[in-house]
């Protein structure tokens, strides 16, 4: 096995105890619960395999609903706004927060199904954005570049992400945090932490896992607010609720899950997001990774027919806020 070095960010408190840093090995970092390997066997039997969803999904019609408007970015309300697939506007006693913002197509070539509820140009006064992991469905280098031209905003994001988005964005100011630590804010009333997740990171085949990925913890007067990344189904979510035992809001990722081969180590279904989302001991899950982007074999609107259906048989243990794109929900 190659010599395996620990990287953590020695200006950043880290809140468990005996953390050494996140494992690297060959200048990769790794999951110490499970390694993630890129498949591309994996990869080209699911493009080359018969999608038995096909049929269903030539035939989807549903699309997310979107509230159009600026009224969300001209309130001093303590509030959360979807702006479709990871992305999410939040504003916690006057500091404002984009977290994962892409505005079009996945650099430029993967289409869009949900437009966005304003113009990027609209979005102003930005204090920090946050970052999971550098997948371009993610971390979008055009949207980032739109946002500078308006905002003077602090990057919060994981180790290695900070100082590729600096390659991008002259003069870009940017925190890098490994699992279990906590970005050094002015804010008194505001904290947030990096936390793990089951993923991986790269931006093209020849960089895979340079730069980290995981999860954020936002706790704000008392509101603890759980971001949960791309993961796959693990035991992490427990981890996290004992660490932090009460968790109001949970968004988690629900699309991009079929083929289970393909894509369970990673993403979560909405059957796994419910478990996550009772693992974390939540009081209330917003979805989120679907109905933006077609990224899977599962039809576009699968992941909200689901949703529906478990909260009708009372599969979640919580309020489910299926929000619209721009949709504003007050905290």
Known sequence: MADITYYQNPKL???????????????????PHKRFVLHLKRFFKWQFSRNEKKAEKKSETWRLNVRKGTEFLNTNENCIVWLGHASFFLQLNGTRILIDP????????????????????????????????????????????????????????????GNLVSGWLSGLRYQEA???????LPEKNLKITFLPTQHWSNRYLWDVNETLWGSFMIEADGVNIFFGGDSGYCTYPKQIAEMFPNIDIAMIGVGAYHPTFMMKDVHTSPEDAVQVFHDLKAKTMIPMHYGTFDLADEPLGE?????????????????LRM?????????
């Not at 992941?303 to 309020?319: C, D, F, N, V």
């Open 102 to 161: 892409i505005y079009g197509r996945i650099s430029g070539v993967v289409k869009r199904y949900s437009e966005m509820p304003c113009s990027v140009s609209d979005i102003k006064n930005i204090d920090y954005v946050l970052l999971s992991h550098a997948h371009r469905d993610h971390c979008d280098e055009t949207t980032l570049k739109q946002l500078k031209a308006n905002n003077d905003f602090v990057l919060l994001t994981s180790l290695n992400t």
């Open 178 to 184: 490994g699992w279990y630590q906590q970005y050094n």
């Open 13 to 31: 408190k880290t809140i468990l105890p005996g953390w050494q840093g996140n494992p690297s090995a060959k200048g990769r970092f790794f999951d």
């Open 323 to 331: 929000l619209d794109v721009g949709e504003k929900m007050c905290l």
């Open 303 to 319: 992941p909200y027919r689901l949703l529906q259906q478990y909260e009708k048989e009372g599969l979640i243990k919580g309020q």
